[in-house]
Every structure is written in structure tokens, then in C-alpha cells.
């Protein structure tokens, strides 16, 4: 969990979230697709600027700040669990209170050492931002380990989300292949990565939603005389670690042997192959008998 120090907060906290819309672009942004992710937040009402026409994009962030950023980027919603005590005794009038609660009560990492003004760092944002994401379900990864230079930097707890942020190009190492993980967070690094957060998790819910347009094919292979290998292939994966399973499989008195089969998701802690095209299902069945395929 994340730790914060004691701090004021600045008045200026807010500023970097609010419900409305601006239609003014940025001023102040470098040109190119940091700055179209930071206007597509703005219009989205995700963030505003410092003024009207400024963001400030190397302004430190604030742990207020941060929790804010991630709970609308990620249009994360009260839940049914309990809200801590610490949560609840924050000031209902604060403009943080809400989206701490919502963070809290979805399990993000805040805790009751949150304060609203202290700056946060690379690593604690790191985290924040991958436990929204978890939040909102499994999303898997191939099964990797990228070399961060400065990892000795960084406790235990911490490189599980990095990793995870660095595998999906939500974050990213320097040039050198260092992380900085103590160094603050920018408002333009911290805007850029929840951007790229939401496209992601946008991304992997359209293809577990889309899960009935699987391409499959079904092969027969004799064994002997009498039995039958047969295969079920599921190609053009959306993504390596999707697969099929057989489930069972009716005999009929025409002689037809349906399979009933199931498409399935990638399995969060098991380790695939990136190259991986194709997954596969197969079953042994009589001769006397045609295989056909039954959708689930």
C-alpha cells in the first residue's frame, strides 16, 4: 500500500480535475500524442487545467490529485463494500473526498495514511494506477520480465505493478532503462498513463465481449480401426492464452457425436508464449460416429 507523509494542501489541488469541459486547448503542452491524450482527457471532463489555456505539465502531482485522475479515467464506481472508518471521517465538503471513498472502497491502494496535498511519487502512482485497473477485473499479459536499471530502487511489493504497467506500455523506462521510481509524478506523465490505462482496459473488455466470433475448425484424425482423434482449433486468437475446451459431448441415435464446446479466457497466472496464434482441444470418439460441433 501506498504510504503519505504529512502535508498542507494547496488550494491549488483541485485544479487538475474538475466536472466540467474546457474548450480551449493547452498552451503549455509539447506538441504531438502527449498533448492529444491530455485534450482528449479534457474533453472527456476527466481533467482541466491550472488556467483556462495551461496545464502545467511538469507540476508534481498530489496524492489527492492522483486518486481523482485514476477513479474518473477509469470511470470507477462506488461498490457495496464498506467504506473505512478513515475514509469516511474525511471532510465531506473536500473536493478528494468522493474519489477517495470510491478508491477505498474498490480496493485501490490509499490507506489511512493518504494525504490530499503531498506529493506523489512515480512508483506510488505506479501502484495506484494498477490497483484501479485490477478493480476492474483480470486483464492477462504475457508472462515477462522486463529489466528495470534502478529496480533495486523499488520495494518488493511495488514491481508487480510496474511490471504490469511497463507489459501493457502503460508506462515506460527512459532511454537508459531506468524507472526513477522515488522521483514525483508529473501532471503530463501521470495524464498520459491513465490515458493509456483506460484504452487498455477498453481494449481487453471489447475482446472478452467478443468472444462468439471466434474462428474454429473442427479435424478428424483415425487412430486405429475403430476410434477417432477429434480436434478443435480456435485460430486468429485476440490474444495469446484465449483458448477452447470441450465440455461433453451428446451420441445421438443418427449417428452424430455433438460436441459441446466453450471458448476461454487466458489464465491471469499462467505464462504464454507472444507468439502464440492458435489454441486447440481435442477428444477420442468412436468411428461409428460423426463428430459435429455445437456452439455453447
Known amino acids: 500500500m501506498m504510504k503519505f507523509k504529512k502535508s498542507m494542501i494547496s488550494i491549488a489541488a483541485a485544479s487538475l480535475l474538475v466536472t466540467g469541459t474546457s474548450a480551449f486547448a493547452f498552451s503549455d503542452l509539447p506538441k504531438g500524442e502527449e498533448a492529444d491524450r491530455v485534450e482528449r482527457l479534457q474533453q472527456q ?8 489555456d495551461t496545464f502545467a505539465p511538469n507540476a508534481q502531482l498530489t496524492s489527492g490529485q492522483a486518486v481523482q485522475l485514476v477513479v474518473k479515467a477509469l470511470n470507477l464506481k462506488a461498490s457495496a463494500a464498506e467504506v473505512p472508518a478513515w475514509a469516511k471521517a474525511l471532510p465531506e465538503q473536500a473536493w478528494y473526498s468522493s474519489s477517495v471513498r470510491i478508491a477505498a472502497e474498490n480496493g485501490l491502494a490509499v490507506d489511512a495514511s493518504f ?3 503531498k506529493a506523489m511519487s ?15 477485473g483480470d486483464f492477462p499479459t504475457v508472462k515477462m520480465y522486463i529489466n528495470v536499471k534502478d529496480e533495486g530502487n523499488i520495494d518488493p511489493e511495488h ?3 510496474l511490471q504490469f504497467l511497463l507489459l501493457t506500455q502503460i508506462a515506460e523506462l527512459d532511454e537508459k532503462g531506468y524507472f526513477h ?14 490515458s ?20 474454429l475448425d473442427l479435424s478428424v484424425e483415425p487412430v486405429n480401426d475403430d476410434v477417432n482423434k477429434v480436434t478443435i482449433t480456435r485460430s486468429e486468437l ?3 492464452g484465449y483458448g477452447v475446451r470441450i465440455d461433453r459431448i451428446e451420441f445421438t441415435e443418427d449417428g452424430k457425436a455433438k460436441i459441446h464446446y466453450s471458448l ?4 491471469p497466472a499462467a505464462i504464454y508464449p507472444a507468439d502464440m496464434k492458435e489454441a486447440a482441444a481435442f477428444t477420442y470418439i468412436s468411428s461409428d460416429y460423426t463428430p459435429e460441433m455445437v456452439k455453447p
Not at 481533467?47 to 483556462?52: E, L
Not at 512515480?122 to 476492474?136: D, K, P, V, Y
Not at 521510481?181 to 491513465?194: F, G, H, S, Y
Not at 476461454?264 to 489464465?267: G, R, S
Open 45 to 52: 471532463g476527466v481533467i482541466s487545467g491550472m488556467t483556462s
Open 115 to 117: 494525504k490530499a496535498g
Open 122 to 136: 512515480r512508483i506510488q502512482f505506479a501502484e495506484l494506477l494498477h490497483s484501479g485497473i485490477e478493480a476492474l
Open 159 to 161: 514491481r508487480l505493478a
Open 181 to 194: 521510481p522515488d522521483a514525483p509524478v508529473t501532471r503530463l506523465e501521470a495524464a498520459v498513463m491513465v
Open 196 to 215: 493509456k490505462a483506460a484504452e487498455f482496459v477498453a481494449n481487453q473488455t471489447a475482446v472478452k465481449e467478443d468472444q462468439g466470433e471466434a474462428v
Open 238 to 240: 485476440p490474444a495469446p
Open 264 to 267: 476461454t479466457l487466458p489464465d
